[in-house]
């Protein structure tokens, strides 16, 4: 029988242990880094009576929290919903408060400001108008056409007015949130995924976009759409180049009406109280840091038309594009901050 002397067995035993320890050290950060490790996810759903999608770069599931947003900011902010709050507020008689949401302070507000600064262009007050021409809820109310055209109801911008936690209504209107609730919903699902720590992603929602950081491959790739072929850009942006933004379009060549011998837009002329009839805009595009802001511009720069519209973008420094059409040909004009982005044009 050999005899080992204890000393050696003591360092044996010692040296197993500090091994053994190494070896669940080295398991635990290989745990830690596959738990952490991010990876490209795509979500979809449908809201607002259209899609959704977002791709982000995660080791989390986010998508039902971003469809609980939407649907929140829908539930509430949607003209088809009999019991909204937006239809609750339009049921309000003149000279009356109602409590409203954090979600609908920040759109009314907004409204009010992209409102003043357009001089009325972006006017949420056109609801009657929207019902009355067919492109709102059918069981809404219809409104005297003839009403309608009359001076006393072109609405200032000061329809309403936002006191505390509250909507004071000045005016007998219909609010209509269409044109800024999309954005709004954008803002609000980049704002959760931010605060849970998502430096990485792309949101869009019926056409209109947000995104930050990359994607799992390279920069982001934003695409203007080719009026005359939707299924084909007619422009493509790099979020290399554009960095983290928001882009928003408001066209005249999807949702659209006959109406006699001419066809007018969704989108109503809150001057004149009609739809935008036969002109050569189709689209304008607009980039901005908060989808909310680039939606009611876009809808703005589209009423205003391409003359006045690129006037108004380039005194107030907005990043917009028009595409229009002159003579048959279709036409781009971009206004001097976009141009940084096209420096071939």
Excluded at 35 to 51: A, C, D, F, L, P
Excluded at 125 to 140: E, L, M, Y
Excluded at 156 to 184: F, M, P, R, W
Excluded at 331 to 345: I, N, Q, T, W
Aim: aromatic share 10%; with cysteine; glycine share 6%.
């Amino acid at each position: 029988m050999i005899s080992v002397p204890s000393r050696f067995l003591s360092k044996f035993k010692l040296n197993s242990v500090r091994s053994l320890f190494i070896l669940v050290v080295a398991f635990f950060l290989i745990f830690l880094l596959a738990k952490n490790q991010k990876e490209e996810e795509t979500y979809s759903g449908k809201v607002m009576g259209t899609t959704w999608q977002v791709t982000l770069l995660t080791n989390k599931n986010h998508k039902n929290q971003i469809q609980n947003i939407f649907n929140g900011i829908d539930k509430a902010m949607s003209t088809y919903k009999d019991y909204s709050l937006l239809n609750e507020i339009n049921s309000l008689s003149i000279n009356t408060f109602k409590l409203i949401n954090e979600d609908m302070i920040k759109v009314l507000e907004e409204s009010l400001r992209v409102c003043e600064l357009t001089n009325g262009a972006f006017n949420i007050s056109v609801g009657r108008a929207v019902n009355t021409w067919g492109f709102g809820p059918r069981n809404k109310e219809i409104f005297d056409k003839n009403k309608l055209l009359s001076n006393t109801h072109r609405h200032s911008c000061n329809t309403y007015e936002i006191i505390d936690n509250s909507i004071y209504k000045l005016q007998d209107v219909h609010l209509d949130l269409s044109a800024i609730a999309k954005g709004y919903a954008i803002d609000k699902a980049s704002a959760y995924l931010e605060e849970n720590n998502v430096e990485n992603y792309f949101i869009e929602l019926g056409g209109e976009v947000s995104f930050k950081g990359k994607k799992e491959q390279g920069f982001w790739s934003i695409g203007i759409l080719n009026p005359k072929n939707i299924y084909e850009p007619l422009f493509i942006l790099s979020s290399k180049n554009i960095g983290d933004n928001s882009l928003a379009t408001s066209g005249n060549y999807l949702n659209k009406k006959i109406i006699g011998e001419n066809t007018y837009s969704h989108t109503i002329n809150p001057y004149t109280n009609l739809p935008i009839g036969d002109r050569s805009t189709l689209s304008v595009s607009v980039l901005n840091k908060s989808a909310m802001t680039a939606d009611a511009l876009a809808t703005a720069l589209n009423v205003m038309g391409v003359e006045k519209g690129i006037q108004f973008a380039n005194l107030n420094s907005i990043e917009a594009l028009y595409i229009y059409e002159e003579e048959d040909d279709m036409k781009v004009l971009s206004s001097s901050k976009m141009l940084e982005y096209f420096p071939d044009r």
